[in-house]
């Protein structure tokens, strides 16, 4: 028995690397709550930010119903997240194409401006420690990474499915 956690075996826990990995996700929220509380932005305006870059950057559209289904909110959360970014400047709504009642959200120009600056010290540190490591190295990392996702992906849709008060158990 450990002499911090009374009851559990000293071997219990996860393995090293994910601990590694649950420690990068703990520093990366921690930035995140910093740069943004900073900007006077919260972790979900953040998170919304990205969703609309990233549907943006691969040409598709993004819809409140896209941005509360990524982000798992309900709809009045999701409309006082975007009344948040639309009246931080951060996200313009239009009504485009030939369903006019459909509203588009589409990030400005001073969410670009305003979240380069609130990364730039992340990435600048993030670029020079993968400057230590081969392409060769860094490919392996990309590959693992993408494994890690695609697994996170798949226990969330899981626990999603399991019952309330089941223990995140599936019914059987």
Not at 49 to 73: D, F, S, W
Not at 83 to 100: F, I, K, N, W, Y
Not at 128 to 157: D, G, L
């Amino acid at each position: 028995m450990s002499a911090e956690t009374p009851g559990r075996p000293e071997s219990a826990g996860p393995p090293p690397l994910i601990r590694i990995l649950q420690d990068f996700t703990l520093e990366a929220n921690r930035y995140v709550d910093s740069a943004g509380g900073r900007n006077d932005m919260h972790r979900t305006d953040l998170n919304a930010l990205a969703v609309i870059m990233r549907h943006a950057a691969r040409g598709e559209t993004v819809t409140p119903g896209v941005l509360r289904k990524e982000l798992n909110l309900s709809s009045p959360a999701t409309t006082a997240l975007i009344d948040r970014l639309h009246g931080s400047g951060h996200v313009v709504r239009e009504r485009e194409g030939p369903d006019r009642r459909q509203v588009q959200l589409r990030m400005t120009p001073k969410a670009y401006r305003d979240g380069g600056a609130m990364f730039l010290p992340l990435a600048r540190h993030m670029g020079a420690a993968m400057a230590e490591f081969t392409p060769e190295e860094q490919e392996i990392v990309t590959r693992f990474m993408n494994s890690m996702i695609e697994a996170t992906i798949r226990a969330a849709q899981e626990a999603a499915q399991a019952q309330p008060g089941t223990g995140g158990r599936l019914p059987k």
